[in-house]
């Protein structure tokens, strides 16, 4: 474009670095040049970007001879240039506009919090300080342990511990697990957090009151890995075994568990082992009841020694300790290592990839969303630092520092935090073992002029192999040690490395990298890293002053410590940022000084000593309200799912004539019921008192019946055993969320066609489970001419009620199981939580203008002790159930709630319990395994529709059968079906549209649950 030559004095403007073309390879840095750099100032300034591509642009650019081409380029830079620096001023008003929703989201909830908890604090608000403070995982001054300094105090506090027991589950899905030889760094999964659970559980099984400690892995039988990682155990062995031989046992130690789950022949990376998660839950909830009964044989008298609590690393296996948590009723820890709402800022922030992008690579929301969950369910979250809890955890929904203080204040003062939960976040900074350092001996310039030009026989082989990279070996050395992650930020070392002349000619550059064969076969990320690394030593020319050797062994990284110790070198750990940095920790201890990034734990690290991580571990669990399966007791004889006999029988029913409430329906018969949570004994005390009353005079009766029955046990000895559904060989899960109720009779009767003969033979029991509530079931049971001994149980209310049919229909059709309840109860809202909804659901109708009628409506009638109903009105008004769920989180408030029956119901029931879960609840209770269970379930259905798809149950879903309309809720969700439904699993079957009884059964036949 003819007239142009101001674009070429503009670009020289902001372009220019001072140096001619001929010089265009000197350095950029300005305490070489010792003058300002525009080029600098506005590339990273203005637009954020290197500016070595642009510059290389212009010099083309100008050097071109054509005047018209010349300024053609020139102008497409100018567009350039303006678009990048467009691109950033959208960056930070996206993030600014981010970061202002979420802070008035958040003082909105924490004023609305406020206000609930601002009556004065009388008397009569005081809740019960023991179960409030265990509830928050408050640590009293009785409970909290002091700080062990002297060989005295661990001596007695070594002793203290001993007559303790504990069991102890952690939980690590991805990656390469193994006790020896751990392949750090071969990929992106395989890393620090594999090395620190390792030996957290070598460690815990070696301290005093710890009988056994088992982590829970994932089994990799996959041709691509070592056969290693497809054993199913592991043990591992302790470093200083000397002080364990009275703490042995038959099942005494540590261990790894690998449990299968998602395909079995594949190492797929943890992006991908979301859909797969209830599975691992299955299989972990089995292993953990037969441990739990072995254990009980060994050292319980008998009785089942549940784990002390279940601590679940990272999200994946945070969302799967949430469940078993629930499942089993124990106290839960998390440690997030690394946390998904930071990692997805920091992607935003480089503006390389859309928030869609970022979700399609690394399935973000569903890592999130697993977090926020973990937040809701946990006792204690374990951090590294206090940057973790101040910078990162602020912020997930769940977590507000400044509602957080007020609540610990208010259990200070033993007041009622109104059903609003904060678990309680503990530092505590990984530890090391110093045991095995050995100090340095003789003079290191000694060594150097000796050793380092030709190294001595005994010097370990890792040597000889970095030193063979370097011209001059004996220059000190600077020691990089982590994985080729775009997040460890290599690529920047390399660069300052190469553009400081100075540093160059001072030291050599040593990059442990991980373990590799071949570039090819790294994965795409790690790949590009690596070759960004190579291209740099090209660019900088810094052959014979970088070591990036291919492999190393475990063993011998103490030895690539001493190497850089002997040249009088320093460690750098140049990450964006780094959550606490264990190599720092392991550099020093070696006297390396150490270099590091101010993002994370790296400012936290002042001192750690030996163990202290362990006992400060204990301590914080120690804190923790004991929980465990309640009805497991040394009067309870129906632990045994196996024993036929009548007597067992009668066990069973004098068992749950002492605790179950036996009614009609269980529901509400005044208002919206009782605050549980702030005086959670006397509910018990009065929940006992009832329920002793109205099954008196039924367990006389019903004495006589079985006292008649034993009498005739050679005729038939199962005729008294109760609940029926401990007799079956299967049990057919009818979990369809139909249209209508018409609809669901019509599933109902040709599922029960397709399994007639079983039926009849008693064989195969079935379950309903639906969100309505059990008087709408009775009601749907006389319209379709069913009795309620047609089920073994009923799962109501979106999972936060469970039944069984009576064994005295004519007086009461069924029992509800307040054992469940006291699984579920867990961080229940009560009172609070429903103010706090009704409040939600008049705001509702405010918004959207409809003066005339309420969108949402709280239903009193249709609620019970554990679900608040609502009735939506308009169904395409209402906001998706995860900005309700927010909502809720934000004011530290812990429920699930549901969209159900089309939409035109919403439940909201305690946040550990779901239809999901009941069946898990039976296996516990009942002993009736999962993998025997077949779950039907529609084409779509409620909210929760997705649990009820995976694990090791087999699930059958009619194609054509379920909620039309409850697509569109579905779509509302912050991540595809698809991130959490195992849809290439071999227990998913489908049903063609408008099947018969006979093609159900056909396929129930072929996948082995019915004689063919």
């Known amino acids: 474009m003819a007239g142009n030559d101001w674009l070429n004095s503009y670009l020289e403007a902001i372009l220019d670095v001072g140096p001619g073309l001929e010089d265009a390879k000197s350095s950029l840095l300005l305490r070489e040049r010792g003058r300002f750099s525009p080029t600098r100032y506005f590339v990273e300034e203005v637009i954020g970007f290197d500016e070595t591509d642009l510059y290389r642009s212009w010099v083309r650019a100008s050097s071109t001879r054509s005047p018209q081409e010349r300024n053609t380029r020139l102008e497409n830079m100018c567009w350039r240039i303006w678009n990048l620096a467009r691109q950033k001023k959208q960056l930070e008003s996206e993030t600014a506009h981010r970061v202002n929703k979420r802070r008035l989201e958040r003082e909105r909830g924490r004023r609305e919090a406020t206000a609930d908890m601002s009556e004065d604090l009388s008397e009569g608000e005081k809740g019960d300080p023991v179960s409030d403070v265990s509830a928050h995982g408050g640590e009293s001054n009785k409970t909290k342990l002091p700080r062990i300094s002297s060989a005295d105090a661990m001596e007695a506090w070594a002793n203290s511990q001993k007559g303790k027991k504990l069991y102890i589950v952690l939980i690590s899905i991805h990656g390469l697990i193994r006790g020896e030889n751990m392949e750090l760094g071969r990929d992106s999964d395989t890393g620090g957090q594999v090395k620190y659970v390792v030996e957290l559980a070598r460690a815990l099984g070696s301290m005093p009151g710890v009988y056994r400690v088992d982590l829970l892995t994932r089994q990799v039988s996959s041709p691509d890995v070592d056969s290693s990682y497809g054993e199913p155990t592991e043990m591992l062995s302790p470093r200083n ?71 679940g690393h990272y999200a994946d296996a945070g969302d799967s300790a949430a469940l078993l948590s629930g499942a089993l009723n124990v106290p839960m820890l998390f440690t997030g290592h690394s946390l998904g709402r930071d990692k997805l800022e920091q992607l935003l922030k480089q503006g390389r990839l859309s928030k869609d992008e970022i979700n399609t690579t690394y399935k973000i929301m569903r890592r999130i969303e697993a977090e926020e969950l973990s937040l809701d369910s946990s006792e204690i979250v374990i951090t590294s630092t206090r940057q973790e809890i101040e910078e990162q955890w602020r912020l997930y929904d769940g977590f507000d520092p400044v509602l957080e203080r007020k609540l610990r204040a208010r259990i200070r003062r033993n007041v009622s935090c109104y059903g609003r939960f904060m678990p309680r976040m503990a530092i505590i900074p990984p530890g090391m073992e110093f045991h095995h350092i050995a100090p340095q001996d003789g003079d290191l310039d000694g060594e150097l002029e000796g050793n380092l030009d030709h190294p001595a026989p005994q010097d370990p082989p890792i040597w000889s192999e970095i030193m063979r990279f370097f011209t001059n070996p004996r220059k000190p050395m600077i020691l990089a040690l982590a994985r080729p992650d775009p997040k460890k930020n290599i690529t920047t070392l390399v660069k300052a490395f190469g553009e400081c002349r100075p540093l160059r000619e001072l030291a050599n550059l040593t990059l442990i990298m991980g373990n590799r064969e071949g570039i090819d076969e790294m994965s795409s990320t790690n790949a590009s890293v690596l070759l960004s690394v190579l291209k740099l030593i090209d660019k900088y020319d810094l052959y014979g002053q970088v070591a990036y050797p291919k492999h190393h062994k475990q063993y011998e990284v103490p030895d690539i410590y001493r190497l850089a110790a002997k040249t009088k070198g320093v460690f750098i750990n140049p990450a964006f940022i780094e959550p606490f940095g264990l190599t720092l920790i392991e550099a020093a201890a070696y006297g390396l000084p150490i270099v590091a990034t101010k993002n994370g734990g790296p400012v936290d690290i002042h001192r750690v000593l030996d163990n202290e ?400």
């Open 241 to 311: 075994n000397d002080d364990l031989e009275d703490e042995m046992g038959e099942s005494s130690g540590s261990y790894i568990i690998r449990i299968p789950f998602g395909p079995r022949d594949k190492y797929i990376p943890k992006e991908n082992l979301w859909p797969y998660i209830p599975e691992f839950v299955d299989g972990a909830l089995n292993h953990i009841i037969q441990m739990s009964k072995s254990l009980g044989e060994q050292i319980g008298s008998g009785h089942a020694v549940w784990p002390v609590a279940i601590h």
């Open 613 to 1012: 991580h362990c006992k400060n571990y204990l301590s914080k669990i120690a804190t923790c309200k004991p929980r465990h399966p309640q009805w497991l007791r040394s009067e309870d004889g129906g632990e045994s799912s196996e024993s036929e006999s009548p007597g067992d029988s009668l066990r069973d029913l004098q068992d749950l004539s002492l605790n179950l409430k036996f009614s009609l329906d269980g529901e509400k018969s005044g208002g919206s019921g009782n605050d549980s949570s702030l005086d959670p004994d006397g509910n018990a005390t009065d929940r006992n008192t009832r329920l002793e009353n109205a099954v008196l005079s039924w367990s006389k009766g019903i004495s006589k019946d079985v006292r008649k029955g034993t009498e005739k046990s050679d005729q038939n000895t199962n005729a008294g055993k109760f609940p029926p559904l401990r007799r079956r060989k299967h049990l057919f899960v009818i979990a369809v969320d139909s249209d209508t109720a018409s609809d669901l009779l019509e599933t109902t009767k040709t599922i029960f066609e397709a399994a007639k003969k079983e039926k009849a033979e008693g064989t195969v029991g079935f379950i309903l489970s639906t969100s309505s509530t059990i008087s709408e079931i009775q009601s749907f049971l006389v319209s379709g001419g069913l009795s309620p001994s047609d089920f073994d149980a009923y799962i109501c209310n979106s999972g936060s009620d469970l039944y069984y049919p009576s064994l005295n229909p004519e007086e009461r059709p069924f029992v509800v199981d307040l054992y469940y309840h006291s699984h579920i109860e867990y961080r229940w809202g009560g009172e609070g939580l429903r103010k706090t909804l009704v409040r939600w659901a008049a705001s509702i109708t405010e918004k959207k203008g409809e003066n005339d009628e309420q969108i949402v409506s709280p239903s009193e009638q249709l609620s019970t002790d554990y679900c608040y109903t609502f009735k939506v009105q308009k169904p395409g008004k209402v906001p998706p159930v995860k900005e309700l769920r927010k909502l809720l989180r934000i004011q530290a408030l812990r429920c699930h709630p549901i969209y159900c029956q089309n939409g035109t119901r919403l439940n909201v029931i305690p946040v550990l319990a779901s239809r999901s879960q009941a069946l898990r609840y039976l296996y516990v209770r009942w002993g009736f395994e999962l993998s025997k269970m077949v779950v039907f379930v529609g084409e779509c259905g409620d909210t929760d529709y997705e649990g009820l798809v995976g694990g090791v149950h087999k699930s059958v879903i009619l194609k054509g059968v379920g909620s039309s309309a409850m697509s569109q809720v579905h779509n509302n969700r912050n991540y595809p079906l698809s991130d959490v439904m195992p849809f290439d699993s071999p227990n998913i079957v489908e049903a063609a549209t408008g099947s018969s009884s006979a093609d159900i059964q056909a396929l129930i036949e072929k996948a082995g649950y019915l004689p063919g």
